[in-house]
């Protein structure tokens, strides 16, 4: 309440002074235009008069005068006439004049004086009058006598006071409605709000459960509520995350967390900062009208790494792609991030178009991803790209090389195929570093690999790194397979690593994952009925039973097989026709390469060739949403579906299938998944297929959908405790681990 009388009173009274002034001035305009109009009025009237009283001046008709006077001494507010000589004698004047005006008035002396017309205000027996005179002329020209006009003003007096009557009432309303305006204004924008946040903040002090406050809708609040709420959600994560190193602690688990993650490696790292380099970045900076937003790009990399990054005032590398990126870099292209708490750095590096198009959707995904993946589509390999793909590494290199500059021993975490050239080059120039690299994507096996006109360049340029990890131990073998015959190197099957002129590279598999079940977010968890009611109003019709598949648009993840697998599924199982309907979230990837624009045309006409062989008025086999969509959005999908099809023709371990495990928080739902994924050798109680067998995986469909619920529940709480256990943060923490134990000869001179 003091807060609000404190922001009210000065309003009003500020109001209250406006509003008075304003009212001053409103009636003393008001009063400048009634006299003006009476002043007008008795000129017009005396000009009127002023002949005729002259012509019986001049033949002394004074009986005419008075006749004349006596006339017009009854019209509105005309109080009366009077005619005088030149020498101020009254000579006829109007009845209630005789008494009033006695003398010769002030404004006909003037008026004589003056030659033309004289007015005045008086007053006269406690009565505003207004008096003006005209000068009579004789015919010689000389001055005959006055024609005085008496008006009675006391009406202007009346109407003035009666004006201020209505502005002060006016003025006093207007205050009253602002002042209460002001006082909601002021609750909704600042009492209620910082109320809110209070309580929030007492509640988060004292260890209460809390729920976050609701969002300032206003710019005023806003900041202070943006703030809070990270700062909360900061305090709250902590928290969160004592209380599970507690529990852990008391079970005995060993269970990784984000916090498990950030201070076992920071005792790892002993104080040494991090350096990583992605193509993709963490944070992109997106122009959306006249402001700059910041976009978060899906990536279970960020979740991973970035609680490290912050631990150790790391800095992460990285091709920067948003619109508006270059305007928030400093000039070593560097800002801070995250954006609302910034813990660690985050270095951009800049590609023409012609360098991007060659080196990572020319060499890197027409040329190394087709290579990697038994997908039966042909790798295309271009001088022009290769070419770009180096002069790309190089400029990675250089940015690295930078950040790294005057630390001893550094440790660098290089993410996937764009990168193969980088840990020799890094390498050259820092042997004290410690380099690893994920290969994100499957390894061939040695005879595919040779196609690469440049595999010499690309696996010295590997041999680099002092760790290279892969998702499974057979893309390790195939990896140590090339090596052995395209390289003169000591293969050491034994450790699993490569000797090359004195260098040595260990070789692991390290499966990644994804967070792990409890870790999808609160705002993100609905009951699977409403999911259910969701994702039905979404397609536009009523089926008992539901399938998904999450997929970028890409040629080795097998949509265009799934779908004939559908289609076999209700051949084969008419029964379920109308009953159950398959739902492709399709994210449409890479569609500046002719074969993924062309992949996407194929999986359109396919759903359409499909739908129209079978669907009915109210019903189709399936529903095709050819857009990304949000996590929570993936995620309400995965939860209402009875099924869910991982049917990849090769990946490296494909992470929808942990996502979709995760996210099955009520025990139920099936996995149908590829016999050529990494996530098949961690997920055996899913329905295990090989993709090109239409029918085995048409038959997969029915066994999924006529599974009993117990079978289904205990092949579901099996995979949620794998990925459970073998989360994206074990991931992060053994690859980090594997390289932090690397010793390394630091060589005279370096990281000066």
């Known amino acids: 309440m003091g807060l609000r009388l404190r922001l009210v009173v000065p309003l009003v009274v500020s109001v209250a002074i406006v509003s008075t002034l304003f009212a001053a001035y409103q009636v003393r305009t008001e009063q400048r235009h009634l006299r003006a109009d009476l002043q007008h009025r008795a000129e017009v009237l005396a000009e009127s008069l002023q002949e005729t009283i002259e012509y019986n001046l001049e033949n002394h008709s004074y009986g005419n005068l008075r006749h004349i006077v006596n006339r017009f001494g009854h019209r509105e507010h005309l109080m009366g006439t009077a005619v005088y000589d030149d020498g101020g004698r009254l000579l006829a004047a109007s009845p209630e004049l005789e008494k009033l005006l006695p003398e010769w008035p002030r404004a006909a002396q003037k008026a004589v004086e003056e030659g033309s017309g004289q007015g005045q205000f008086s007053e006269a027996e406690r009565t505003p009058l207004y008096i003006y005179a005209v000068p009579l002329t004789a015919p010689d020209g000389g001055a005959a006598g006055t024609l005085v006009l008496v008006h009675n003003a006391a009406y202007i007096s009346a109407e003035i006071r009666q004006l201020w009557s209505d502005e002060l009432l006016r003025a006093l309303v207007q205050t009253f409605f602002i002042a209460v305006i002001a006082v909601l204004i002021i609750r909704w924008t600042f009492t209620a709000p910082i109320a809110r946040i209070s309580s929030w903040v007492r509640s988060l002090r004292t260890g209460d ?22 700062l909360a959600k900061s305090l709250g994560a902590a928290r969160a995350a004592a209380e599970e190193e507690a529990r852990l602690r008391e079970a005995g688990a060993s269970l990784w967390t984000a916090e498990r993650l950030r201070v076992g490696i920071r005792g790892k790292l002993a104080n040494s900062p991090l350096f990583v380099v992605s193509n993709r970045e963490p944070y992109e900076h997106m122009r959306n009208q006249n402001s700059i937003q910041v976009v978060v790009p899906a990536s279970g990399l960020v979740t991973a790494l970035e609680p490290i990054l912050i631990a150790c005032d790391g800095t992460w590398i990285a091709l920067g792609s948003g619109d508006a990126d270059r305007e928030v870099v400093d000039a070593r292209d560097c800002l801070r991030v995250p954006p609302e708490h910034p813990q660690y750095t985050l270095r951009r590096v800049w590609l023409t178009p012609e360098e991007f198009q060659g080196y990572y959707l020319g060499f890197a995904n027409e040329g190394l991803w087709p290579l990697c993946h038994i997908a039966h589509t042909r790798p295309i390999f271009r001088p022009e790209d290769w070419n770009h793909y180096r002069l790309a590494n190089h400029k990675f290199a250089e940015a690295a090389l930078e950040e790294m500059a005057g630390i001893e021993s550094p440790l660098l975490l290089l993410q996937d ?225 009875d099924l869910c099809l991982v049917t990849s023709l090769h990946d490296g371990m494909n992470l929808v299938a942990k996502e979709f495990v995760a996210a099955r928080d009520d025990d139920q739902g099936v996995l149908i998944l590829s016999d050529f994924t990494g996530a098949a050798r961690e997920l055996p109680d899913a329905l295990i297929v090989n993709p090109y067998d239409v029918a085995q995986v048409a038959a997969a469909i029915a066994a999924a959908l006529e599974m009993p619920t117990e079978q289904r529940a205990s092949r579901m709480r099996h995979m949620r405790q794998v990925v459970k256990e073998n989360n994206v943060y074990r991931w992060a923490g053994n690859l980090l681990t594997a390289l932090a134990d690397i010793r390394v000869e630091k060589a005279e001179g370096v990281g000066a």
């Open 209 to 230: 459960v809390f729920a976050p406050p609701p969002p300032a809708s206003n710019g005023l609040m806003e900041p202070l509520a943006h703030e809070v709420t990270h």
């Open 417 to 641: 195929y764009h990168f193969a050239l980088l840990p020799r080059l890094i390498k050259e120039q820092r042997p004290d570093a410690r380099v690893a690299i994920f290969w994100h994507i499957p390894w061939p096996n040695p005879e595919a690999f040779r196609i690469c006109p440049w595999q010499r360049d690309l696996l010295e340029g590997l041999l680099g790194a002092d760790l290279i990890g892969f998702h499974v131990q057979a893309h390790c073998n195939n990896f140590l397979e090339t090596v052995d015959r395209a390289l003169e190197a000591l293969t050491e099957w034994d450790r699993f690593s490569v000797n090359r002129q004195g260098h040595l590279t260990l070789v692991r598999p390290f499966p990644i994952s994804v967070a792990g079940p409890e870790a999808i977010p609160a705002a993100e968890q609905s009951d699977r009925d409403a999911d259910r009611r969701y994702v039905l109003k979404e397609i536009g019709f009523e089926v008992p039973f539901l399938g998904v598949g999450v997929d970028r648009v890409d040629y080795t993840k097998g949509i265009l097989e799934r779908f004939r697998a559908v289609e076999h599924f209700f051949e084969e199982y008419s029964a379920y026709r109308g009953q159950f309907s398959f739902v492709q979230i399709a994210a449409p990837s890479r569609t500046g390469i002719q074969r993924y624009h062309d992949l996407l045309e194929e999986v359109e006409a396919e759903a359409a060739r499909i739908n129209g062989k079978f669907q009915s008025n109210h019903w189709r086999p399936i529903v095709l949403r050819r857009r990304h969509h949000g996590h929570a959005e993936i995620n309400r999908f995965y939860r209402a579906a």
